[in-house]
């Protein structure tokens, strides 16, 4: 009789190595529909290379819209993290509030179907060639290996 080998698995749940939050101006959370200072609502998701996870949705109500500049502050807020953000338009001082968060806009030419969009960004973050999706990436990649070496140090190690 040939004995069993047993192989430890330290966790069954793989953890993919590169996540990217990404939001989307939209009505429907169908289509990027809406100017980044009128918009109603935003889509949040969590993209790997294989798949897009809905991880939050923000509504806003029309009354906070009229003629209040200070709207811009509540939606930079909910994107606090993103990478990017999905907008048919956007103005200058909502770019610059984005920008100063490291959170990219990105204006779309047409009525986009997020769906296809988020397609797109699994797939750059694959191969590459899309310059903010690299820099999300390598910043990303960064501030992994910083924590390692942290948590190291926290421990004694010794090099």
């Not at 192989?7 to 990217?20: D, G, M, N, R, T």
């Not at 909910?78 to 920008?99: D, H, N, R, T, W």
Request: aromatic share 8%; with cysteine.
């Amino acid at each position: 009789m040939t004995p069993r080998r047993l192989q430890l698995v330290w966790s069954i749940k793989k953890e993919p190595a590169a996540v990217l939050k990404v939001a989307f101006a939209t009505s429907d959370r169908v289509r990027v529909d809406q100017h980044f200072g009128a918009a109603e609502s935003f889509a949040l998701y969590e993209v790997t290379p294989d798949k897009a996870t809905l991880v939050g949705v923000a509504e806003f109500p029309e009354e906070a819209m009229d003629g209040n500049e200070g709207k811009l502050a509540a939606k930079v807020n909910f994107l606090e993290g993103c990478a990017a953000v999905y907008v048919m338009a956007i103005g200058a001082s909502a770019i610059k509030q984005l920008l100063a968060k490291g959170i990219q806009p990105i204006r779309t030419n047409e009525v986009d179907a997020v769906f296809d969009l988020l397609a797109d960004i699994g797939k750059a973050m694959t191969e590459g060639g899309v310059p903010w999706i690299d820099r999300a990436l390598a910043l990303q990649a960064k501030a992994a290996s910083t924590d390692r070496f942290n948590s190291m140090e926290e421990e004694g190690w010794q090099g």
